[in-house]
């Protein structure tokens, strides 16, 4: 692994139950990452995992051993410790996220239990997929946000004008071969991609003076 300050290590999370639009649009992110910037990437996809929702036992509080549950997220965790930047794609359900994407998101209790600043200044994007237009995109979207700052994280987005919040696609409830044909979401995805790598660089350049 590079330690050069200028490459940074990305981890993909799709939060989908099925590997269609999110799966497209976060290896569509991790590819524009490593062609565009040299990232490093890795990826991590909810479809086929099993994933047991926080039962709130405090195991990993009492213990600080990790977490009772012993399931793929347990894997999960070494990736998000590696990458400098996480991008997390979920579907629209509801007008807000999938449920294994706030699975996942709920079940970091137990490494931030093991270490509260494990994931201080890691910097993180998100993206969705709607099968509407107006599905939900941006509620699911600020609540991975608002994970990002509990966790002590920075959220980023690609900036005004098209990419507000992230990454936003609709999917037409027709998988990835209409998202691949999304460009207003493919350039907000890209611009999303370009400050979070830029920033990521930032912080460990910043880092490093410390």
């Given amino acids: 692994m590079s330690d050069d300050n200028n490459t940074i290590k990305l981890l993909g999370i799709s939060g989908s139950p099925r590997k269609k639009a999110t799966d497209y649009i976060i290896r569509e992110a991790l590819k524009h990452a490593e062609e565009k910037y040299s990232a490093e990437t890795d990826y991590f996809s909810a479809s086929g995992k099993e994933l047991k929702f926080c039962i709130h036992c405090d195991y990993c509080i009492r213990t600080q051993k990790g977490c009772i549950h ?91 004008f098209g990419s507000n919040l992230g990454g936003t696609f609709w999917s037409k409830d027709k998988g990835g071969e209409v998202v691949g044909e999304d460009e207003e979401g493919l350039r907000g995805l890209r611009r999303t991609v370009k400050k979070l790598v830029k920033t990521a660089i930032l912080m460990k350049q910043v880092e490093k003076q410390d």
């Avoid at 706030?102 to 970091?108: A, G, P």
């Avoid at 939900?136 to 991975?144: C, D, H, S, T």
């Fill in 70 to 160: 012993e399931d793929d997220i347990v894997d999960l965790y070494e990736k998000m410790k590696w990458a400098d930047a996480w991008i997390i794609g979920t579907p629209a359900y509801q007008g807000t996220l999938s449920a294994q994407t706030k699975t996942i998101m709920d079940r970091c209790r137990a490494v931030v239990a093991q270490d509260p600043k494990v994931f201080l200044n890691k910097v993180g994007a998100a993206a969705a997929v709607g099968g509407d237009r107006v599905g939900g995109q941006e509620p699911a979207i600020q609540a991975i946000h608002n994970f990002y700052v509990i966790n002590e994280m920075l959220p980023v987005s690609g900036g005004s």
